[in-house]
Protein backbone atom coordinates (compact mmCIF):
# COMPACT_ATOMS: atom_id res chain seq x y z
CA UNK A 1 0.00 0.00 0.00
CA UNK A 2 1.47 3.20 -1.17
CA UNK A 3 0.20 6.62 0.32
CA UNK A 4 -0.09 9.16 -2.70
CA UNK A 5 2.17 12.16 -3.85
CA UNK A 6 1.66 14.85 -1.80
CA UNK A 7 1.43 18.42 -3.13
CA UNK A 8 5.03 19.99 -1.58
CA UNK A 9 3.81 22.88 0.70
CA UNK A 10 6.22 25.39 2.61
CA UNK A 11 7.12 24.02 6.47
CA UNK A 12 5.63 25.42 9.53
CA UNK A 13 7.31 24.63 13.04
CA UNK A 14 4.83 24.54 15.79
CA UNK A 15 7.09 24.36 18.65
CA UNK A 16 7.11 23.84 22.86
CA UNK A 17 10.73 22.99 24.03
CA UNK A 18 12.60 20.50 22.62
CA UNK A 19 9.14 19.35 20.96
CA UNK A 20 9.23 20.21 17.21
CA UNK A 21 6.03 19.78 15.00
CA UNK A 22 6.67 20.15 11.33
CA UNK A 23 3.89 21.09 9.39
CA UNK A 24 3.92 20.56 5.45
CA UNK A 25 6.75 19.93 3.69
CA UNK A 26 7.96 16.97 3.94
CA UNK A 27 6.17 16.06 7.22
CA UNK A 28 3.72 13.61 7.52
CA UNK A 29 0.02 14.61 7.72
CA UNK A 30 -0.45 15.64 11.33
CA UNK A 31 -3.25 15.19 13.73
CA UNK A 32 -4.63 18.15 15.95
CA UNK A 33 -7.47 18.64 18.13
CA UNK A 34 -9.36 20.74 20.37
CA UNK A 35 -10.44 21.14 24.14
CA UNK A 36 -14.15 21.45 25.47
CA UNK A 37 -13.33 22.41 28.91
CA UNK A 38 -13.09 25.80 30.08
CA UNK A 39 -9.95 27.18 29.99
CA UNK A 40 -10.40 29.22 32.80
CA UNK A 41 -11.00 25.45 34.69
CA UNK A 42 -6.65 25.30 34.28
CA UNK A 43 -6.47 21.81 35.92
CA UNK A 44 -9.52 20.29 34.15
CA UNK A 45 -7.92 21.64 31.01
CA UNK A 46 -4.37 20.36 31.03
CA UNK A 47 -5.82 16.66 31.76
CA UNK A 48 -7.88 17.05 28.89
CA UNK A 49 -4.76 18.28 26.54
CA UNK A 50 -3.00 15.37 28.21
CA UNK A 51 -5.48 12.53 27.73
CA UNK A 52 -5.86 14.22 23.77
CA UNK A 53 -2.01 13.91 23.24
CA UNK A 54 -1.91 10.59 24.76
CA UNK A 55 -3.94 9.20 22.43
CA UNK A 56 -2.06 10.58 19.53
CA UNK A 57 -2.98 14.70 18.89
CA UNK A 58 0.24 16.11 18.17
CA UNK A 59 -1.48 19.84 19.08
CA UNK A 60 -3.93 20.50 20.90
CA UNK A 61 -6.13 23.76 20.79
CA UNK A 62 -7.97 25.56 23.37
CA UNK A 63 -10.01 28.22 23.51
CA UNK A 64 -8.62 31.57 24.61
CA UNK A 65 -12.09 34.13 24.82
CA UNK A 66 -11.49 36.16 27.97
CA UNK A 67 -8.73 37.75 30.18
CA UNK A 68 -9.30 34.57 32.60
CA UNK A 69 -8.40 32.37 30.00
CA UNK A 70 -5.55 34.46 29.03
CA UNK A 71 -4.39 34.29 31.84
CA UNK A 72 -4.82 30.61 32.50
CA UNK A 73 -2.80 29.49 29.63
CA UNK A 74 0.44 30.20 31.31
CA UNK A 75 -0.48 28.05 34.44
CA UNK A 76 -2.18 25.13 31.80
CA UNK A 77 1.34 25.36 30.35
CA UNK A 78 3.57 24.96 33.45
CA UNK A 79 1.00 21.74 34.42
CA UNK A 80 1.35 20.00 31.16
CA UNK A 81 5.07 20.43 31.48
CA UNK A 82 5.24 19.51 35.15
CA UNK A 83 3.71 16.09 34.00
CA UNK A 84 5.97 15.41 31.32
CA UNK A 85 3.31 16.30 28.62
CA UNK A 86 5.13 18.70 25.99
CA UNK A 87 2.44 18.47 23.34
CA UNK A 88 2.22 22.41 21.73
CA UNK A 89 -0.61 24.18 22.67
CA UNK A 90 -2.49 26.35 20.23
CA UNK A 91 -4.60 29.51 21.25
CA UNK A 92 -8.13 29.94 19.62
CA UNK A 93 -9.26 33.28 19.16
CA UNK A 94 -11.67 35.51 18.05
CA UNK A 95 -12.76 39.36 18.30
CA UNK A 96 -10.82 40.26 21.21
CA UNK A 97 -7.43 37.94 20.05
CA UNK A 98 -5.52 41.26 19.91
CA UNK A 99 -5.59 42.41 23.20
CA UNK A 100 -5.51 39.53 24.54
CA UNK A 101 -1.78 38.81 22.96
CA UNK A 102 -0.62 42.34 23.48
CA UNK A 103 -2.20 42.77 27.46
CA UNK A 104 -1.09 38.92 28.29
CA UNK A 105 2.50 38.40 27.25
CA UNK A 106 3.16 35.23 29.03
CA UNK A 107 -0.11 33.62 27.20
CA UNK A 108 1.03 34.84 23.94
CA UNK A 109 4.53 32.98 24.84
CA UNK A 110 2.94 29.82 26.33
CA UNK A 111 1.17 28.91 22.89
CA UNK A 112 3.03 27.84 20.65
CA UNK A 113 0.46 28.93 17.51
CA UNK A 114 -2.07 31.13 17.19
CA UNK A 115 -5.54 30.09 15.15
CA UNK A 116 -6.65 33.58 14.00
CA UNK A 117 -10.22 33.59 12.41
CA UNK A 118 -10.23 36.75 9.73
CA UNK A 119 -14.10 36.95 9.76
CA UNK A 120 -13.66 38.50 13.07
CA UNK A 121 -10.54 40.48 14.00
CA UNK A 122 -12.61 43.53 13.71
CA UNK A 123 -14.32 45.04 11.16
CA UNK A 124 -13.51 48.51 8.92
CA UNK A 125 -10.53 50.77 9.88
CA UNK A 126 -9.78 48.59 13.03
CA UNK A 127 -9.72 45.60 10.78
CA UNK A 128 -5.92 45.72 9.75
CA UNK A 129 -4.70 47.34 12.89
CA UNK A 130 -6.17 44.59 15.04
CA UNK A 131 -4.89 41.71 12.56
CA UNK A 132 -1.32 43.23 12.90
CA UNK A 133 -1.32 43.45 16.70
CA UNK A 134 -1.88 39.80 16.26
CA UNK A 135 0.70 38.97 13.44
CA UNK A 136 3.08 41.29 15.84
CA UNK A 137 2.99 38.77 18.62
CA UNK A 138 3.57 35.30 16.38
CA UNK A 139 6.39 37.68 14.86
CA UNK A 140 8.04 38.81 17.97
CA UNK A 141 7.75 35.17 20.42
CA UNK A 142 8.17 32.90 16.87
CA UNK A 143 4.65 31.58 16.49
CA UNK A 144 3.29 29.74 13.68
CA UNK A 145 -0.43 31.11 12.85
CA UNK A 146 -3.44 29.07 11.10
CA UNK A 147 -5.39 31.79 9.51
CA UNK A 148 -8.24 29.55 9.87
CA UNK A 149 -11.57 30.82 7.50
CA UNK A 150 -15.00 29.51 8.63
CA UNK A 151 -17.83 29.81 6.31
CA UNK A 152 -20.12 30.33 9.55
CA UNK A 153 -18.56 33.41 10.18
CA UNK A 154 -17.46 34.58 7.05
CA UNK A 155 -15.54 38.56 6.20
CA UNK A 156 -19.46 39.79 5.22
CA UNK A 157 -17.40 43.44 4.19
CA UNK A 158 -15.57 40.89 1.51
CA UNK A 159 -18.68 38.53 1.10
CA UNK A 160 -20.49 41.55 0.34
CA UNK A 161 -17.90 43.31 -2.20
CA UNK A 162 -18.11 39.63 -3.64
CA UNK A 163 -21.55 39.52 -4.48
CA UNK A 164 -21.48 42.93 -6.31
CA UNK A 165 -18.79 42.04 -8.27
CA UNK A 166 -20.65 38.97 -9.44
CA UNK A 167 -23.98 41.03 -9.86
CA UNK A 168 -21.85 42.69 -12.31
CA UNK A 169 -20.81 39.75 -14.46
CA UNK A 170 -22.22 39.38 -17.86
CA UNK A 171 -22.32 35.80 -16.44
CA UNK A 172 -23.01 35.68 -12.66
CA UNK A 173 -21.44 32.70 -11.01
CA UNK A 174 -23.57 30.20 -9.02
CA UNK A 175 -23.83 31.94 -5.51
CA UNK A 176 -22.01 28.81 -4.20
CA UNK A 177 -19.19 29.55 -6.13
CA UNK A 178 -18.55 32.99 -4.71
CA UNK A 179 -18.61 31.77 -1.51
CA UNK A 180 -16.11 29.70 -2.12
CA UNK A 181 -14.15 32.19 -3.37
CA UNK A 182 -14.86 34.53 -0.24
CA UNK A 183 -13.18 31.99 1.76
CA UNK A 184 -9.98 31.04 -0.26
CA UNK A 185 -9.91 34.95 -1.20
CA UNK A 186 -9.86 35.82 2.48
CA UNK A 187 -7.14 32.65 3.68
CA UNK A 188 -4.99 33.96 1.23
CA UNK A 189 -5.40 37.93 1.06
CA UNK A 190 -4.55 37.82 5.12
CA UNK A 191 -1.59 35.13 4.92
CA UNK A 192 -0.02 37.79 1.99
CA UNK A 193 -1.22 41.00 4.97
CA UNK A 194 1.01 38.98 7.63
CA UNK A 195 3.41 38.28 5.67
CA UNK A 196 3.39 42.02 4.86
CA UNK A 197 3.55 42.49 8.20
CA UNK A 198 6.59 40.77 9.24
CA UNK A 199 5.82 36.79 9.85
CA UNK A 200 7.89 34.57 8.23
CA UNK A 201 4.89 32.49 5.00
CA UNK A 202 7.09 29.55 6.24
CA UNK A 203 5.16 30.23 10.11
CA UNK A 204 1.61 30.25 8.32
CA UNK A 205 -1.45 27.47 7.85
CA UNK A 206 -4.43 27.84 6.49
CA UNK A 207 -7.70 26.45 6.71
CA UNK A 208 -11.02 27.29 4.65
CA UNK A 209 -13.87 24.93 6.73
CA UNK A 210 -17.05 24.43 5.81
CA UNK A 211 -19.35 21.72 6.82
CA UNK A 212 -20.60 20.20 3.39
CA UNK A 213 -18.30 17.35 2.33
CA UNK A 214 -18.55 18.55 -1.16
CA UNK A 215 -18.24 21.95 -0.79
CA UNK A 216 -15.24 21.31 1.55
CA UNK A 217 -13.43 19.49 -1.14
CA UNK A 218 -13.99 22.20 -3.84
CA UNK A 219 -13.03 24.85 -1.54
CA UNK A 220 -9.60 23.01 -0.55
CA UNK A 221 -8.88 21.84 -4.30
CA UNK A 222 -8.82 25.44 -5.50
CA UNK A 223 -6.86 26.99 -2.13
CA UNK A 224 -4.39 24.18 -2.86
CA UNK A 225 -3.79 25.23 -6.43
CA UNK A 226 -3.41 28.89 -5.70
CA UNK A 227 -0.81 28.92 -3.02
CA UNK A 228 1.76 27.03 -1.13
CA UNK A 229 1.30 27.62 2.17
CA UNK A 230 0.51 24.87 4.51
CA UNK A 231 -3.10 23.19 4.79
CA UNK A 232 -5.20 22.31 8.00
CA UNK A 233 -8.29 20.28 6.75
CA UNK A 234 -10.94 19.52 8.51
CA UNK A 235 -14.90 19.67 7.87
CA UNK A 236 -16.21 22.05 10.60
CA UNK A 237 -19.01 21.21 12.80
CA UNK A 238 -18.75 17.43 10.86
CA UNK A 239 -21.65 16.26 13.70
CA UNK A 240 -21.98 13.71 15.96
CA UNK A 241 -21.01 9.98 16.08
CA UNK A 242 -21.60 8.37 12.52
CA UNK A 243 -22.43 10.67 10.61
CA UNK A 244 -19.70 13.14 11.96
CA UNK A 245 -17.07 10.46 11.71
CA UNK A 246 -18.45 9.02 8.09
CA UNK A 247 -18.74 12.48 6.62
CA UNK A 248 -15.05 13.54 8.19
CA UNK A 249 -13.96 10.46 6.46
CA UNK A 250 -15.39 10.83 3.21
CA UNK A 251 -14.35 14.61 2.47
CA UNK A 252 -10.54 14.20 4.21
CA UNK A 253 -10.04 10.76 2.50
CA UNK A 254 -10.91 12.31 -1.16
CA UNK A 255 -8.48 15.41 -0.44
CA UNK A 256 -5.63 13.59 1.56
CA UNK A 257 -5.64 10.86 -1.46
CA UNK A 258 -5.33 14.03 -4.07
CA UNK A 259 -2.07 14.51 -1.62
CA UNK A 260 -3.92 18.22 0.02
CA UNK A 261 -4.15 18.55 3.40
CA UNK A 262 -0.65 18.97 6.17
CA UNK A 263 -2.80 18.26 9.33
CA UNK A 264 -6.15 17.43 9.97
CA UNK A 265 -8.85 17.78 12.30
CA UNK A 266 -12.01 15.31 12.88
CA UNK A 267 -14.42 17.70 14.64
CA UNK A 268 -16.81 15.11 16.30
CA UNK A 269 -19.58 16.37 18.54
CA UNK A 270 -19.22 13.51 21.56
CA UNK A 271 -22.01 12.03 22.68
CA UNK A 272 -22.91 12.24 26.29
CA UNK A 273 -20.55 10.12 27.82
CA UNK A 274 -18.14 9.72 25.01
CA UNK A 275 -14.66 10.63 25.67
CA UNK A 276 -13.00 14.00 23.87
CA UNK A 277 -10.66 11.37 22.65
CA UNK A 278 -12.84 10.01 20.08
CA UNK A 279 -11.64 12.67 17.02
CA UNK A 280 -8.41 11.48 17.58
CA UNK A 281 -8.85 8.16 17.31
CA UNK A 282 -10.64 8.58 13.91
CA UNK A 283 -8.22 11.10 12.16
CA UNK A 284 -5.45 8.42 13.54
CA UNK A 285 -7.51 5.85 11.87
CA UNK A 286 -8.20 7.77 8.68
CA UNK A 287 -4.34 8.36 7.92
CA UNK A 288 -3.51 5.29 8.72
CA UNK A 289 -6.18 3.61 6.66
CA UNK A 290 -4.96 5.73 4.01
CA UNK A 291 -1.45 4.21 4.21
CA UNK A 292 -0.18 7.57 5.03
CA UNK A 293 1.06 6.73 8.78
CA UNK A 294 0.91 3.93 11.40
CA UNK A 295 0.08 5.35 15.35
CA UNK A 296 -1.03 1.83 16.56
CA UNK A 297 -0.87 -1.94 15.44
CA UNK A 298 -3.68 -2.80 13.23
CA UNK A 299 -6.09 -5.50 14.60
CA UNK A 300 -7.63 -7.18 11.68
CA UNK A 301 -10.68 -9.07 12.58
CA UNK A 302 -13.77 -10.58 10.37
CA UNK A 303 -17.09 -9.50 10.84
CA UNK A 304 -18.29 -12.94 12.00
CA UNK A 305 -20.99 -14.44 10.71
CA UNK A 306 -23.31 -17.93 11.22
CA UNK A 307 -20.50 -19.74 11.81
CA UNK A 308 -19.73 -18.11 15.39
CA UNK A 309 -21.71 -18.77 18.03
CA UNK A 310 -20.58 -17.30 20.93
CA UNK A 311 -18.93 -13.25 21.13
CA UNK A 312 -15.38 -14.82 22.51
CA UNK A 313 -13.82 -13.62 18.81
CA UNK A 314 -15.31 -10.21 19.32
CA UNK A 315 -14.34 -10.01 22.91
CA UNK A 316 -11.06 -11.17 21.82
CA UNK A 317 -10.87 -8.73 19.28
CA UNK A 318 -11.85 -5.41 21.01
CA UNK A 319 -9.86 -6.32 23.92
CA UNK A 320 -6.64 -6.68 21.83
CA UNK A 321 -7.40 -3.69 19.99
CA UNK A 322 -7.93 -1.75 23.63
CA UNK A 323 -4.96 -3.36 25.10
CA UNK A 324 -3.13 -2.30 22.31
CA UNK A 325 -4.33 1.06 22.11
CA UNK A 326 -3.43 1.48 25.66
CA UNK A 327 0.38 0.18 25.54
CA UNK A 328 0.92 2.50 22.71
CA UNK A 329 2.44 5.53 24.85
CA UNK A 330 4.71 3.12 26.40
CA UNK A 331 5.62 1.06 23.52
CA UNK A 332 6.60 3.98 21.08
CA UNK A 333 9.12 5.11 24.15
CA UNK A 334 10.56 1.56 24.38
CA UNK A 335 9.80 0.20 20.69
CA UNK A 336 10.07 2.77 18.26
CA UNK A 337 8.59 1.19 15.05
CA UNK A 338 5.98 -1.24 17.12
CA UNK A 339 3.06 1.18 15.17
CA UNK A 340 3.05 -1.36 11.96
CA UNK A 341 2.80 -4.49 13.90
CA UNK A 342 -0.19 -6.15 12.23
CA UNK A 343 -2.28 -8.54 14.20
CA UNK A 344 -5.65 -11.14 13.26
CA UNK A 345 -8.14 -11.77 15.35
CA UNK A 346 -10.19 -14.43 13.16
CA UNK A 347 -13.88 -16.21 14.15
CA UNK A 348 -12.73 -19.71 12.53
CA UNK A 349 -10.68 -21.30 10.23
CA UNK A 350 -12.33 -20.56 6.73
CA UNK A 351 -10.13 -17.48 6.42
CA UNK A 352 -8.45 -17.73 10.21
CA UNK A 353 -5.32 -19.16 9.51
CA UNK A 354 -4.74 -17.27 5.47
CA UNK A 355 -5.67 -13.97 7.89
CA UNK A 356 -2.84 -14.94 9.91
CA UNK A 357 -0.71 -15.91 7.72
CA UNK A 358 -0.55 -12.16 6.16
CA UNK A 359 -0.66 -10.66 10.22
CA UNK A 360 2.83 -10.58 12.28
CA UNK A 361 0.72 -12.47 14.93
CA UNK A 362 -2.70 -14.10 14.29
CA UNK A 363 -4.94 -16.57 15.72
CA UNK A 364 -8.60 -18.22 14.91
CA UNK A 365 -10.70 -18.87 17.34
CA UNK A 366 -12.63 -22.47 16.70
CA UNK A 367 -16.26 -21.79 14.90
CA UNK A 368 -19.27 -23.54 15.41
CA UNK A 369 -18.62 -27.13 14.87
CA UNK A 370 -15.13 -26.89 15.06
CA UNK A 371 -12.36 -28.85 16.96
CA UNK A 372 -12.11 -26.54 20.13
CA UNK A 373 -8.42 -25.66 19.06
CA UNK A 374 -7.13 -21.91 18.33
CA UNK A 375 -3.94 -21.98 15.58
CA UNK A 376 -1.66 -18.83 16.68
CA UNK A 377 0.64 -17.75 13.22
CA UNK A 378 3.45 -15.66 14.38
CA UNK A 379 5.64 -14.67 11.29
CA UNK A 380 3.35 -16.09 8.72
CA UNK A 381 4.52 -19.36 10.25
CA UNK A 382 2.40 -21.70 12.85
CA UNK A 383 3.87 -21.51 16.07
CA UNK A 384 0.99 -23.15 18.71
CA UNK A 385 -2.50 -23.79 19.31
CA UNK A 386 -4.16 -22.52 22.03
CA UNK A 387 -6.92 -24.56 23.82
CA UNK A 388 -9.01 -24.86 27.09
CA UNK A 389 -10.65 -21.77 28.82
CA UNK A 390 -7.83 -19.35 28.75
CA UNK A 391 -7.52 -18.72 25.18
CA UNK A 392 -7.81 -15.09 25.45
CA UNK A 393 -5.06 -14.49 28.67
CA UNK A 394 -2.62 -16.60 26.69
CA UNK A 395 -2.95 -14.71 23.38
CA UNK A 396 -2.90 -12.10 25.05
CA UNK A 397 0.71 -12.59 26.60
CA UNK A 398 1.86 -13.79 23.63
CA UNK A 399 1.42 -10.36 22.00
CA UNK A 400 3.22 -8.47 24.48
CA UNK A 401 5.95 -10.92 24.49
CA UNK A 402 5.85 -10.34 20.70
CA UNK A 403 6.53 -6.88 21.29
CA UNK A 404 9.40 -6.99 23.57
CA UNK A 405 10.72 -9.31 21.19
FE1 LIG B 1 -17.31 -16.23 9.32
FE2 LIG B 1 -15.05 -17.58 9.62
FE3 LIG B 1 -15.26 -15.70 7.69
FE4 LIG B 1 -15.11 -14.96 10.25
S1 LIG B 1 -13.49 -16.04 9.07
S2 LIG B 1 -16.58 -14.20 8.75
S3 LIG B 1 -16.24 -16.60 11.26
S4 LIG B 1 -16.39 -17.62 7.82
Given at each position: MSAPAARRSRQARVVWGDRVVTVGG????RIQSMT??????AIETAIQIRELAQAGSEMVRITVNTPEAAAAVPYIREQLDRMGENVPLVGDFHYNGHRLLTEFPDCAQALSKYRINPGNVGKGDKRDKQFGQMIEAAARYDKAVRIGVNWGSLDQELLASLMDENNRRAQPWDPRQVMYEALITSAIDSARLAESMGLSGNQIILSCKVSGVQDLISVYRELSRRCDYALHLGLTE???ATKGTVASTAALAVLLQEGIGDTIRVSLTPQ??????QEVVVAGEILQSLGMRMFVPSVTACPG???????TFQELAKRIDDHLRAQMPVWRLRYPGVEAMRVAVMGCIVNGPGESKHADIGISLPGNGEAPAAPVFIDGEKAMTLRGDNIAEEFHAIVDQYVQR
Open positions: DAPVNTDTVDAGMPGEARTCGRTTST
